[in-house]
């Protein structure tokens, strides 16, 4: 399983644009990166999914190199409603999945 | 669908007492993983069945805990006896399988609301 790393904090104003790194050094060749949003009270939410290049969608956008050891959720323009925890995952099926702390995003006015 | 259901929405009990968490999947996932989450610890995931049998228990914490999942559309995560360090949120999630090749993209899990529980 690939293990990842990724800032436990972040602060943003609103309006900017956000990226978050993920590291995964040893991320294995069948491996996906998945991206989880956990708003407060709630049960983490599916964003987005890549394996390699960029891949976006009407939430966020995701980066990953050539080299897939790291990747970057990229949020343009964030409101409050973006303050949320987000879990970076590495696997090739969702039984593989470990979520850990997260980074935690604050979005402020 | 109305999505992963899970009952009861928050739980507060004495230590010793026996608690029962349940769990219904999206209908016609064939996946279903329980997740307990802390500030210490984060989400870690407990236990995952497929098809209704139980793959992967490593990361239930000791046998006071126990999970079952006697059909699809049903599942159960008990403590016996409940201690104060369980008090957390469960989170029960379910997945569909679309595929088997490798390289494959994750299937999405969907969560449910998620179980607070509280032992004094």
């Known amino acids: 399983l690939a293990k990842t790393t990724q800032p436990i904090s972040m602060d943003s104003y609103e309006g900017q644009e956000v990226n978050i790194t993920c590291s995964h050094n040893n991320i294995a060749t069948n491996d996906y990166i998945t991206w989880y949003q956990q708003f407060p009270s709630q049960g983490p939410r599916f964003i987005i999914q890549?394996?390699?290049t960029k891949v976006t969608n009407e939430v966020a956008s995701l980066f990953i190199p050539a080299d897939r050891k790291s990747s970057t959720l990229s949020l343009p323009r964030v409101s409050l409603s973006d303050t949320a925890v987000y879990y970076c995952?590495?696997?090739?099926?969702?039984?593989?999945?470990?979520f850990g702390k997260g980074t935690k995003l604050s979005v402020i006015p | 669908d109305a999505g992963v259901i899970q009952s009861p929405r928050h739980e507060v009990t004495e230590m010793g007492q026996e608690v029962t968490l349940r769990c219904k999947p999206i209908s016609g996932h064939d996946y279903l993983f329980w997740y307990r989450q802390t500030m210490m610890r984060g989400l870690e995931l407990l236990i995952y069945f497929n098809n209704n049998v139980p793959i992967d228990d490593s990361g239930m914490p000791e046998d006071r805990f126990s999970a079952k999942m006697p059909n699809a559309s049903f599942s159960t995560l008990k403590i016996q006896p409940s201690e104060p360090r369980d008090s957390a949120v469960y989170f029960c999630?379910?997945?569909?399988?679309?595929?088997?090749?490798?390289?494959?993209?994750?299937?999405?899990?969907?969560f449910g609301p998620g179980t607070r529980l509280l032992v004094l």
């Open positions: 890549g394996y390699k």
């Open positions: 999630a379910s997945s569909l399988n679309t595929g088997t090749s490798g390289g494959r993209p994750q299937e999405t899990q969907y």
């Open positions: 995952l590495g696997g090739a099926g969702s039984y593989q999945l470990t």
